[in-house]
Each structure stands twice: as C-alpha cells, then as structure tokens.
C-alpha cells in the first residue's frame, strides 16, 4: 500500500523563494582510503589556520560539506574488559590506527605547515559531538596500554586533544559506541614565533556515517534551483526502498514527478516540475 512520508512547503523551506539559483555540491565518501585530518596555514588569510581532510589515495583536500566518512559494518567488535570506553563485550565499531584495506585509516597532520613559523606543537581539540554514541579517538602503545586523546564518555573538556608535531602526521585509533549519524567538530590553534597569543581556526565540523544507518522517519529538503530551472531536494529515506516524488500548486491536485529508488540514504533529486509549483511530498511504494 502507498503510503505518504511527506510533503514539504518549498517557498516557505528556502526562505527568499525559487528565485535563487543554487549549484549542486557533490559529497565524497571515503570508506577504505587515507585519510588525515589536515591543518592548513595561509598567511594572507583573515584566519590564518584551517582544517580540511586530506585523502592520500586521491591526492585531494575536502571541505567539511564535500566529504563523508564512513565506518563500514566491519568495523565493529566488542569491548575486551578493562577499557574505559564500556563494558566487557560492549559494541564498539572501531577505525584502526594499523591500516587495515577494508576500513578507513584516518589520523591528524600538520605536515604541510612550514618549519621555523610556529614556536610550538598545535593544539588540535575536540569541541563537540552530535550522535547518537560516545566517541573516541586513542593510539595503543607498545607496551599494551591505551593512551586515549578524546572521550566523550566523561564529557569534553580541556584534555580532548591531541597535540600533532609541526611536520608529521600520526594515525589513532577512532571508536564509536553506537551506529548512525555523528557530526564532530574539530578547532586547532598555534603560536607563531616571537608572538604572545594563538592562532586559532574556525571550528570544523565533519560528518561520519557509522553503519548500518538505522531507518528514520523520511523527510525531503529544499535545497535550490539549478540554472536550468529545476528544483533541487534532498530526499532522507531508506536505501534499496523506492519512492514516488509528488508536486502540488494547492495541496489539492498532485502530479507524479518522478520515482526515486535509493542507493544511498539521502538522495539529491531535480525534479521539473510546474513554476507554480509550491509544495513537494514523497509516497513509499
């Protein structure tokens, strides 16, 4: 039976109108490649001091909003005892600081900063996460004990950082208590020689997908209109379920769109559709 997820008020979503014109930014998935989370320091700049994330494989920088990171299924193991990220037996999915070509490999670098500027190691710090788990960034030392950076568990204070040498880079271990969606927010700041204060960066957020995605209640979402006239949403649903996508000038008379089968769970969807048209909503098939 079909059943309607949404509908959506697409004037009212984007605010100023359809008037706007808005390009596509594509998002990047790195799964299994390396990756560092990448201090940047441009002078000329009015601040100074960055984050990107630096895929090694593909030999490209992201932005927060062009890229996603995903911790796959396998990623997953359960807590040994006498950890302080849970219980024994414990579900914890985990990107290890040893490569491993199923998983990404992920750490911190500042090995683009040039020498003799900055008089001391950055500070890179943990300001926030979003989700629906604690997170964990740790290394495993030589002798067997956990030098652990970051822990959500007992909150996010002054000691939620790592302190990455101006010149190299070094890889953790990430640990996630719960699958699903996180948005964590990174800062990092540094001296400059001969200077009494910080740089210090905007803070960065990046989003991590730790799967299996759980379902949730599908929602569309106004993005714009590309240059050619067609509406931009995206589409929150379920990957492998199809949906028909509906268009309406009064609520009252719909006309099919088109029908979506997602691959992934958001979709970015153009749909042409009526200049009149002010309202959008998604049927499940």
């Known amino acids: ?45 009015s601040v100074p001091l960055s984050i990107v994330l630096r895929d090694e494989d593909r030999r490209r920088n992201y932005r927060t909003n062009e890229v996603r990171l995903v911790a796959a299924e396998t990623a997953r193991l359960a807590l040994p005892p006498g950890t302080p990220f849970g219980g024994e037996g414990d579900p914890v999915w985990v990107l290890p600081q040893s490569q491993d070509p199923n998983l990404l490999y992920l750490g911190f670098s500042a090995e683009r900063i040039p020498s003799g500027v900055f008089s001391r190691p950055f500070n890179f710090r943990l300001v926030s996460v979003e989700g629906p788990g604690h997170f964990f960034a740790w290394q495993a030392t030589e002798f067997g004990s956990l030098s652990v950076r970051m822990n959500t568990r007992d909150g996010i204070g002054e000691d ?72 931009l949403l995206n589409l929150h649903g379920v990957a492998g ?27 970015r969807v153009t749909v042409n559709a009526p200049a009149g048209t002010q309202f959008f909503r998604a049927r499940q098939l």
Request: some cysteine; aromatic content about 10%.
């Open 1 to 45: 039976m079909n059943k309607v997820l949404c509908f959506l008020l697409v004037l009212g979503a984007l605010g100023t109108g359809w008037g706007q014109s808005v390009q596509e930014a594509p998002v990047a998935e790195v799964v299994t490649e390396h990756c560092d989370f990448l201090i940047q320091y441009d002078p000329a700049a």
């Open 160 to 231: 939620d950082k790592t302190t990455p040498i101006i010149g190299s880079h070094e890889h953790f271990n990430w640990g996630f208590t719960s699958n699903g969606l996180y948005r964590v927010t990174f800062q990092v700041d540094g001296r400059r020689v001969g200077e009494s204060t910080n740089l210090v960066s905007e803070p960065s957020t990046f989003d991590f997908h730790v799967l299996p995605l759980p379902a949730a209640p599908p929602h569309l979402e106004a993005v714009g209109v590309r240059p050619d006239g067609g509406f």
């Open 241 to 267: 379920r199809s949906y028909r996508l509906e268009s309406s000038e009064d609520l009252v008379r719909w006309t099919e769109a088109q029908i979506i089968k997602m691959s992934m769970p958001i979709e």
